[in-house]
């Protein structure tokens, strides 16, 4: 029984955890298409959503990163089809529909929440939450555009969200309205007896065990992780997990490890594989389940990662929407990229090396990009001057 993983073990394990090293550009599987998704969507377990689309929209940057270049149509074909449902699992997030009873004692810890601050909008708009439950009812799955309401335009700080907005957003949570997919990327809302099948509205699944199969899956998902990044993959509390996880060790299904510098108890799953070695070359999104958990990414990759979106221009210190680029077991560079859809063109605004990079890592940089450029349908790439990495890059596109 292994007992003790070195760092650069933990990674590779961490990293075929998630679904690298056995797919991608250049391995041979051809395009991928429902199959690999549906597989590659329960082993992650959740696709984070995010509505930024400066470079591409987040939840489709782990399938490329994984699979390679695929048609983002088939995606969504899945994630907006009936076996994939969305929830808060993490973030917001696409989800495998059986999944979801997984999560009921969730949604009632927000329904509860609502309950004891009487203050908050969710307890104070019954009015209008009695009101679009009867629309609905009456109308089927709609989206927040479509509901006709004079509370129904954009206000406050909710991100500029209607009283219709937030009023269906926190029914979402209590789970009174779920997804009906989605169109335009817009979520499309239902009563749950309106699109959920029979199975899941009767599956009743008490906390305890919702808990433990979830920290199950978090501990499979990660390959070797500590209570903090266990719990942190469904944010589920530390309180909530430590249970589990001497739960699962009893049964076998976690092992108790010793990884090098960690400093703290890690546990393995019993079905991580332990490469030798890992080839793989990949773009992450900031919501990739690799560098998600910061502390994570750090312990893991010496990589202290901050997403600037909301950092004001002038104090950002990488860019705006900065792609960490994962080459094998290491993290050597990050760049801040930007799809200027309008010119067709695939814009580096910065490209900082990290101090793992080497010199061969640049062309295989610059590979990637043109796969990423290829497959969001761009023709050229422009490396701005900025970044430590920057003259390099340029250099290995112009010569490729």
Same mark, same amino acid.
């Given at each position: 029984m292994v007992d003790t993983l070195s760092p650069a073990l933990a990674r590779r394990v961490a990293l075929a955890a998630q679904g690298f090293g056995t797919g991608g550009a250049g391995s041979g599987v051809g395009v991928p298409g429902t199959r690999q998704f549906n597989l590659l969507l329960r082993r992650l377990g959740l696709l984070q959503i995010d509505s930024v689309n400066v470079f591409e929209r987040s939840h489709y940057l782990p399938v490329f990163a994984r699979l390679g270049a695929y048609d983002k149509s088939a995606l969504d074909r899945v994630t907006y089809g009936k076996g994939v449902t969305e929830f808060w699992a993490h973030e917001a997030s696409f989800l495998p529909l059986e999944s979801l009873p997984l999560f009921a004692w969730r949604k %009632?810890?927000?329904? *509860?929440?609502? &309950?004891?601050?009487?203050?908050? #909008? $969710?307890? +104070?708009?019954?009015?209008?939450?009695?009101?679009?439950?009867?629309?609905?009812?009456?109308?089927?799955?709609?989206?927040?555009? %479509?509901?006709?309401? *004079?509370?129904? &335009?954009?206000?406050?700080?909710? #991100? $500029?969200? +209607?009283?219709?907005?937030?009023?269906?957003?926190?029914?979402?949570?209590?789970?009174?309205?779920?997804?009906?997919?989605?169109?335009?990327?817009?979520?499309?809302?239902?009563?749950?007896?309106?699109?959920?099948?029979?199975?899941?509205?009767?599956?009743?699944?008490?906390?305890?065990?919702?808990?433990?199969?979830?920290?199950?899956?978090?501990?499979?998902?990660?390959?070797?992780?500590?209570?903090?990044?266990?719990?942190?993959?469904?944010?589920l509390k530390s309180a909530q997990v430590a249970p589990a996880i001497s739960r699962l060790v009893d049964e076998g299904e976690l092992l108790p490890v010793t990884v090098s510098g960690w400093g703290k108890p890690a546990w393995l799953h019993r079905d991580a594989r332990l490469p030798r070695r890992l080839e793989t070359a990949a773009l992450l999104s900031p919501f990739d389940p690799v560098v998600w958990e910061r502390a994570r990414a750090l312990r893991l990759y010496d990589f202290h990662y901050r997403i600037e979106i909301y950092t004001p221009a002038p104090k950002r210190v990488y860019g705006y929407y900065v792609l960490p680029v994962l080459l094998d077991d290491r993290i050597p560079a990050r760049?801040?990229?930007?799809?200027?859809?309008?010119?067709?063109?695939?814009?580096?605004?910065?490209?900082?090396?990290?101090?793992?990079?080497?010199?061969?890592?640049?062309?295989?940089?610059?590979?990637?990009?043109?796969?990423?450029?290829?497959?969001?349908?761009?023709?050229?790439?422009?490396?701005?001057?900025?970044?430590?990495?920057?003259?390099?890059?340029?250099?290995?596109?112009?010569?490729?």
């Open positions: %009632e810890y927000y329904r *509860e929440w609502y &309950r004891t601050h009487p203050d908050s #909008w $969710g307890a +104070s708009a019954h009015g209008t939450i009695e009101w679009l439950k009867a629309e609905l009812a009456a109308k089927g799955p709609m989206r927040a555009s %479509e509901i006709e309401h *004079e509370s129904n &335009r954009r206000q406050g700080p909710w #991100w $500029g969200w +209607s009283d219709v907005k937030r009023g269906l957003e926190t029914m979402f949570r209590q789970g009174d309205v779920v997804s009906a997919g989605r169109t335009r990327f817009e979520r499309v809302y239902a009563l749950p007896e309106q699109v959920l099948p029979a199975s899941v509205l009767e599956t009743v699944v008490p906390e305890e065990e919702a808990v433990a199969q979830l920290v199950a899956h978090s501990a499979r998902a990660l390959g070797v992780g500590t209570l903090s990044d266990i719990a942190d993959y469904f944010r760049l801040d990229l930007k799809n200027d859809r309008q010119s067709g063109v695939l814009r580096v605004q910065a490209a900082w090396a990290e101090p793992s990079l080497v010199p061969d890592d640049v062309p295989r940089i610059a590979a990637l990009l043109r796969s990423a450029a290829t497959w969001q349908g761009l023709t050229d790439i422009a490396v701005a001057d900025r970044g430590t990495l920057a003259p390099a890059l340029r250099t290995a596109l112009a010569t490729a």
